[in-house]
């Protein structure tokens, strides 16, 4: 078995390395090549903790396996992210345990890469100006794979606590792009990209803050009663997703399908538009919105590459298992 440890991982995979592999998965999700199982997350009632498991197959790469982890809120006052989750990868003609891989890092690779993806297919390509809400850990991985995308011009933000804006300021400035804080309203009116990454439990981005031909990836939704953006929101959109079925019952989705507004019949997988099945956005006044669930198969793609990277320059450590 080969264990590639958390302090492995960033002298390993890089940004682009996940962006290619998350971007075709949803490829092969959408050949149906490739499922999730079902997710299974839920509180513990110790530490404030939210614990689960997303795991998958996906028949082209035949990775197996799953992800184990969650969110444990209180972990910055022990020096640690809040984030805690490894990876486990299974031969897929034996069932034996091949791998088991660090996966805080790679997470947080692999859901800014999701976002990365959606923008590259639904983005105006005279997007110019990006908006950032959320301003915690994920946030600058998001802003750093977002400006891969598209030649931006400006990145604006807001946050419940303005003083933490300074982390996407600082990523702004490594590339050049000025960066300014700002209100909701303001935010709504000049973005063409926005990306929401928050914990929030109520709409923050309301529908009529949101103008013609703005795209939206919102990626902080991925647990029953989270919510980034009113529902009204979604309703007058193009909506697009990792997967259809986490959309609608842990995504952004779940509250337009709730209240009736929309049905999931409306939603669109992203592995459709890359695969060249669906246009993608259709004009250049079309509110698109991609709902970035986080997926299983995910992880293990980017933890499959680890992995090859791992072996390829030495640094899998090995056991018997």
């Not at 976002?115 to 110019?128: G, M, N």
């Amino acid at each position: 078995m080969i264990i590639v440890p958390e302090h492995e991982i960033e002298g390993l995979v890089s940004a682009s390395d996940c962006f290619t592999a998350v971007e075709r998965v949803f490829a092969s999700m959408a050949q149906k090549s490739a499922y999730n199982f079902s997710v299974i997350r839920e509180a513990i009632g110790h530490a404030d903790a939210l614990y689960g498991f997303k795991s998958g197959f996906d028949r082209e790469s035949l990775a197996l396996g799953l992800k184990s982890g969650g969110f444990w809120p209180n972990n910055m006052e022990k020096g640690l992210t809040n984030h805690q989750s490894t990876i486990f990868l299974f031969d897929a003609d034996t069932g034996k345990c091949r791998a088991v891989v660090g996966g805080n890092l790679l997470t947080a690779l692999r859901t800014a890469a999701a976002s990365a993806v959606s923008i590259k297919y639904l983005a105006r390509p005279d997007a110019k100006v990006l908006g950032m809400v959320g301003a915690g850990h994920q946030s600058s991985f998001q802003l750093r794979a977002a400006l891969q995308q598209r030649p931006f011009e400006k990145v604006i933000g807001w946050n419940l606590f303005p003083e933490a804006l300074d982390r996407l300021a600082k990523v702004a400035a490594e590339h050049d792009v000025p960066f300014e804080a700002v209100d909701l309203d303001r935010l709504g009116a000049e973005a063409d990209v926005i990306i929401t990454i928050t914990s929030s439990f109520a709409p923050i981005l309301k529908a009529a803050q949101i103008r013609p031909g703005t795209h939206l990836a919102c990626m902080g939704t991925d647990t029953k009663g989270k919510q980034e953006v009113e529902a009204e929101l979604l309703a007058a959109a193009t909506i697009f997703s990792d997967e259809i079925a986490q959309s609608v019952t842990i995504g952004e989705a779940q509250h337009p399908v709730a209240k009736g507004l929309i049905s999931p019949n409306r939603i669109i997988e992203i592995g459709a538009v890359i695969n060249g099945a669906h246009p993608g956005r259709s004009n250049a006044d079309e509110i698109t919105v991609f709902d970035g669930t986080g997926v299983g198969l995910q992880d293990l793609a980017v933890a499959s590459k680890a992995v090859d990277l791992a072996v390829q320059k030495g640094v899998a450590v090995v056991v018997d298992f």
